[in-house]
Every structure is written in C-alpha cells, then in structure tokens.
C-alpha cells in the first residue's frame, strides 16, 4: 500500500519542539485546508439563497452543519493518524473490486461537483472585480491547477501558509461586510431555533448541508494529518490527535463565522428590503451597493469570493488526487491528475453557461451541493466503521457515545437526502408525459444506490474487512496440522501473508516434511517505504507484519515443529529470489490467495520470473 500524498507524507516534523506552543504550531494548518472547503463558492449560493428567502431562519442548520463538520472530521483525522491510513485506502482494504468501484466513481462525482462551484465561482468573481467575462473566466482556472502544482513542490508547510492567507482575507472582508450591514441581533439569535418554513426551505437546508459537510474533506482531512511526523507511541498518537482537533476546532468555527456572515448579510440586506429570491451572486453584488449605500461592500464581497474560489479549488484537486490513488491505488503525473480534475469541471460549466445563459449558474451552485450532500452517506458510514473497529484502530477506536452521535449524524443525513430523492422522483413521474422511461431508468437506479447504501451499513457487521483477514493474529486463524508418514524434505522454505490462505500453504509444508523437517516462514513487506529503504524501513505496516511473523514463529514451534522466519522487503519478485537463492532450501511453498503482491505473482507473468530465478522447486497450493 502506498502512502497517501507520498511526495508530502510525514513531511513536517512536530518532533523536538522547545515549548508546547512551538509543538501546537508544528499540528496546525490541515484543517485549514479543510475549513476552505466549508466557504466555497457553492456555500456562498446556499447561504445567500437561504438568507434571501427565509430571513435568519436557518441559521441554526448552519450551526448543526458545523457540529456535523466537526464531529466527522475529528473522526476523519483519528482514522488518518491512528492507521496511516486515508479513508480511500481504508476503503480499498476493506470492501470489493466492484463496491469499491462504484464507490470511486460516486466519490468522482461529489469532486466533479465540488469543483464546479469552485470553477463558477472563481470565474463570478473575476466578472465582477475585473469585468471578465464568464466563459473566459472559466477558462482562466485552469491556470490553478500549475499554482497548485507549484505550492506542493514548495512543501505543505507553504501551501498551508498560502490557504491560510487567503482565509484571512476572506473573514476581513467579511468584518466589514458585517459593519456595513447592520444586522438585528435578537433575529440572529431566533434564527438559532430549528425550524422549516416550506419545503423549498428543506432543499435549501439539505444544499447547505451538502455545502458544509462535504464529502471530499473526508478524504482530504484523513491525508493531511499524515504529512506530520511524531512520535508513533501511545501518548504520541495521543497527543497528535488532541492537537489536531484543537486545530479542526479553531479552523471549522472560522468557517462557521463566514457562512453565518453570508446568511446574515442575505438576510439583513436582500430579505429585509423584500428581495427575496437572491440566489445569482452576481445579484448580490449589484444590489449591495445601493442597498448598503457604500462602494466597498461590492468590492470586497468579490475579493473574498475569488479567495474562496481559489483556496477551495487547491484542497478540491487534491482530494481528487487521494481519492483515485486510495481506491484505484493508481498514480499518474500530478500536474495530469489535477489537469483532468478540472476538466472534468470545466466542460460542464462551459456547456451550461453556453446553453442557458449567466443566469443560470445560482441555480447550477445549489445542484453542485445537493449532489455533494447526496454522496455524503457513501463517505460517513464507512468512516464511522473504521474508527469504531477495535483491531484496526489499534485501542484508539471511539467511544460508544461518540458512537452514538455519528450514527446520528449519519441517520439524519441519510434521511434527508431520502426524503430529498423520493420527492423529487415522485415530483418527476408526476410531471413526465413518458413516465415509463423514468420506471425503467431513475428508479431503479435509485434502488440500487439504496441497496449499496444498506450494503456499506451492515457489510462490516456480518464480516471481516480484508485487511482484518490479512494481519489477524494467527492465533485466530484455527489452523489445523495434519501429518504424513512419507517424509521426503528436510529444509522447506513458506511463503505466509497472514491470510486464509496460510492455512493451507502450512498443511501442505508439514505433509512434505514432517516434525524432522526444518521450516522457514517468509513474509515481504511490499510498502514504497520497504521498496526505497528496505530492512532500514520503519513504519506501521512493517511493525505489525514483524510482530505478526513472529507470533506464527512461536505458535508453531509450540507445536513441534522447527520453525524460523525471515522478514523481507520490496518487491516479492525480486526479494524471495534472493532469500531462497541465498539459503539452502529443498522446495518453496506457496498459497495462492492473499496480499496483492503474492496475488500478482500467481495470477500476473511475475510467476514466470520466480520460478525462473529460484533453483529449486515451487509448490504453488490452492486454498
């Protein structure tokens, strides 16, 4: 398994820092990266729109919002420090080719979504600063994307010192954005009582929704964590997951104030003066100058929105980057990943803005986040399983009552966005002169959203993840010895990965060779770590896999056998050639079902090179 954002991973040391303030420090900057993503453009078109049309009335989903963000981006970043691993990895390890397929795909769609409120968004601000046109606008992102490139070449530490800047500017011109407003009080206040005036006022809650909590910071945060280094003992991981929700906190209410800020500017302005279908940014910002009988109140709004724009759409690609490496567990060129992301983007807002005008793109922001908020159960349910499992959070899974609330959270999500979908279809049929085709088409692709969804909740509660299967305890394994009396070789060399598969491979050892026999358990750590260090590498994995190896090393001598076993590193290909070649070994076991690399073996043309570069005979074992 690779590592995540490998060209900046464990890239800044928190390690020997002089005062706790300079070790704080050394934490801080991830979730300012995440907290960007909760004041994008697309916010911006929910924020106003809500403001416009229902007054203060929703500010309280705001602030629901933000304890959701908040709750589930501690467990995004517990997941990163504790496993070294991002949620798309973790995902990888843990579901099917094809779940995990069409759970990329999903994940695919919320980035493509994502930034295209970033790319609008950008390209309304530099209308409205610079007078540029929309279209050419769009084109102009595409320049973000070598920025971007240009940022990580410099180091995080930098790139985290750009975002935040330009989070600065955003909450500065929202200060006086405040100033010149003038908004009550006592209604912001009132505004903090749940309550739904209509049903267009819950589609806005859910596009506000999907606008704060946004799925792609779920993976984005799990990676972000990992670019510090410290010390991975127990009050190590302790302490970087204190400092990194210390940070998470600090970050998400600086969001939280500038989404509150655009609602409240929405409201104070546009709903009070009977404006109340401001959805179009580009309205907002002609009508605050008359409306607030100041020059600067437009100006600063468009700042803070090519700020927002930008910053988002930096954190956007990224995601996308560590979202197709996690789950694909494909790495391509960096500047070609981010290029394609935007792309991806770029068409469909070319395309609409061509057909349908400038008008429309309010309207296409709001469906940017309905669609984010739609695939935020795909990404929730299974960050929560993750960090509830006892083994592979290593004793720093959460607490039942933290529990409790994620599932909650989760269930109100999930339902919301149900509610969303069924009315919306029933709405479609209802309207349709050819509802068939809709028979045909929507609703079974909905259903079939419906049973991945039940299939993600309940999947870890009926069975292992692979990854659980693959660095089990051996002594869970029920392994069961049988013995033969025709006993031909005397020094036998096993190939182990920890998975069912050993069982076998063992069997069939012991049936060669017998009590008299002597055994050698070899297991390659295949990490890019192991790959570039070799025996030098320590990391997570290689711990666990030592540990693991010699715990089957004892268990079996228990049990009579001569056992001993060898760690190695890199490439199976290439490093068991060189174990077997270098010992004096009668015969090489092997099953045929675990790792990746042993599966590559057996199933790809490297099994042709190992039989080739060892002299003496592979026992490949079906399971």
């Known amino acids: 398994m690779s590592k995540s954002l490998e060209e900046v991973h464990e890239s800044v040391s928190t390690q020997n820092k002089t005062s706790i ?51 589930l981006q501690s467990l995004s970043a517990r997941l990163g420090i504790v496993t070294q691993r991002d949620l ?119 596009g506000i929704i999907g606008a704060t ?4 910071n779920l993976y984005l945060h799990s990676s972000l964590v990992q670019t510090r280094k410290f010390d991975r003992s127990k009050e190590g991981v302790k302490q970087a997951l204190k400092y990194n929700f210390i940070d998470s906190t600090i970050a998400l209410n600086l969001a939280f104030f500038v989404n509150a800020a655009i609602l409240i500017l929405a409201a104070a302005t546009f709903h009070k003066n009977g404006y109340f279908e401001v959805a179009e940014i580009q309205d907002a910002h002609q009508l605050l100058a008359p409306l607030l009988g100041t020059k600067w109140a437009p100006i600063l709004f468009a700042v803070a929105l090519i700020a927002a724009g930008q910053s988002s759409t930096i954190t956007g690609t990224l995601a996308g980057q560590i979202i197709m490496e996690g789950y694909l567990n494909l790495r391509i060129q960096p500047w070609v990943r981010r290029i394609l992301t935007r792309l991806i983007a770029i068409v469909p807002a070319v395309i609409v803005i061509s057909i349908f005008g400038e008008s429309v793109t309010g309207k296409l922001l709001i469906l940017s986040q309905v669609i984010l908020s739609l695939q935020l159960g795909f990404a929730i349910i299974p960050l929560i399983h993750f960090v509830s499992d006892k083994t592979k959070m290593k004793g720093f899974h959460i607490s039942r009552p933290t529990q409790i609330a994620a599932w909650i959270i989760a269930t109100t999500i999930v339902s919301l966005n149900a509610k969303l979908v069924y009315s919306e279809i029933v709405n479609l049929l209802e309207s349709s002169e050819n509802p068939v085709i809709l028979w045909f088409t929507v609703v079974p692709l909905a259903i ?164 080739h570069q060892i002299s003496i005979p592979l026992f490949i074992v079906k399971n």
């Open 21 to 71: 303030f300079r070790k704080i420090l050394a934490f801080f900057g991830p979730a300012y990266l995440i907290s960007v993503g909760y004041m994008d453009p697309g916010n911006w078109a929910t924020d106003l729109a809500g403001g416009s049309q229902f007054g203060y009335a929703l500010i309280w989903v705001l602030l629901m919002s933000n304890i959701m963000a908040l709750l």
């Open 88 to 206: 798309a990895q973790a995902s990888r390890e843990t579901y099917s080719k094809f779940v995990n397929y069409v759970l990329y795909f999903l994940a695919e769609i919320a980035i493509a979504a994502c930034d295209l409120a970033e790319v609008l968004g950008m390209a309304i601000g530099l209308n409205l600063l610079f007078d540029i046109s929309l279209i050419n606008g769009v084109f102009i992102t595409v320049l973000d994307t070598f920025l971007l490139l240009f940022l990580i070449n410099k180091g995080i530490r930098k790139m985290e010192a750009f975002i935040i800047a330009l989070v600065a500017i955003i909450g500065f011109s929202f200060v006086f954005e405040m100033i010149f407003a003038q908004p009550e009080v006592s209604k912001i206040i009132s505004g903090l009582v749940p309550s739904l005036p209509n049903d267009t006022a819950l589609y806005i809650a859910i």
């Open 213 to 216: 909590v946004m799925p792609h």
């Open 448 to 611: 079939s959203f419906l049973i991945l969804l039940l299939y993600i909740v309940f999947k870890p509660f009926i069975s292992k993840s692979k990854a659980d299967i693959q660095n089990h305890s051996p002594h869970n394994l029920k392994l069961k010895f049988t013995t033969s009396e025709a006993h031909s070789k005397k020094d036998i060399a096993i190939l182990v990965d920890f998975s069912n598969a050993d069982e076998a491979a063992i069997n069939h050892a012991f049936e060669l060779g017998g009590t008299e026999a002597k055994y050698t358990l070899i297991h390659v750590v295949e990490t890019v770590g192991a790959m570039i260090y070799g025996d030098d590498i320590e990391d997570c994995e290689t711990t666990i896999d030592e540990k693991l190896l010699k715990e089957y090393e004892q268990m079996l001598n228990d049990k009579g056998f001569k056992v001993v076993s060898i760690l190695g590193f890199g490439k199976p290909d290439k490093s068991i050639p060189k174990i077997i070649n270098e010992g004096t070994y009668d015969i090489l076991v092997m099953g045929t079902h675990g790792h990746t690399g042993i599966s590559d073996l057996l199933f790809g043309t490297t099994v042709d090179k190992l039989r």
